[in-house]
């Protein structure tokens, strides 16, 4: 199945897309907030600006997925330039037990109130990510970079953040 597929489909009614072989899914700006992908295989996926609502990827793979704003870093382009309304992927309220997120991009990813309990987040981008009220619950944030991420310090004390960059980050207590 390919994106224009998926969206296709969803847009006549079908949520359930659960243990889908996506593979290098292109959905890109896509609205597929309430979706079902639980156990998917999304592995390489663009979903940069996907607005996925309150959708459920419980145990889907989105190793090394794009779930932020795509940006070239070998370009003089400074993070800090670029809009923050623009291609930023909604997770908020997701439910990501046990995803499979490890080098995904999210840079400033909405995971407001999303659940990453057992999620593999290592090596994950998560710059400026808003992770307030996120279950970070035996999260695996090891080597992720969390730079100016909006995150909940006693969620953050239940992750696992081995070699993980915490600079600048806006804590909740």
Do not use: P, W
């Not at 370009?75 to 809009?83: M, P």
């Amino acid at each position: 199945m390919n994106g224009h597929d998926l969206i296709l489909a969803f847009q006549a009614g079908r949520t359930d897309f659960s243990s889908e072989k996506l593979e290098g899914i292109k959905l890109s700006g896509a609205h597929l907030n309430g979706i079902i992908l639980d156990g998917a295989d999304l592995r390489e996926a663009d979903l940069s600006g996907a607005s996925l609502f309150g959708a459920s990827l419980r145990g889907t793979m989105l190793n090394r997925a794009h779930l932020g704003i795509a940006h070239d870093y070998a370009s003089n382009t400074n993070l800090d330039d670029i809009d923050i309304g623009l291609d930023c992927i909604d997770l908020a309220k997701a439910d990501l037990t046990g995803a499979f997120l490890n080098n995904a991009h999210m840079f400033r990813a909405n995971l407001r109130e999303a659940n990453l309990t057992h999620a593999d987040l290592r090596g994950a981008l998560m710059r400026d990510a808003n992770l307030e009220g996120a279950i970070l619950e035996n999260a695996n944030l090891s080597n992720a970079d969390l730079t100016g991420a909006h995150i909940d310090l006693e969620m953050l004390k239940l992750a696992v953040t081995t070699g993980a960059i915490m600079e600048d980050l806006h804590t909740r207590k």
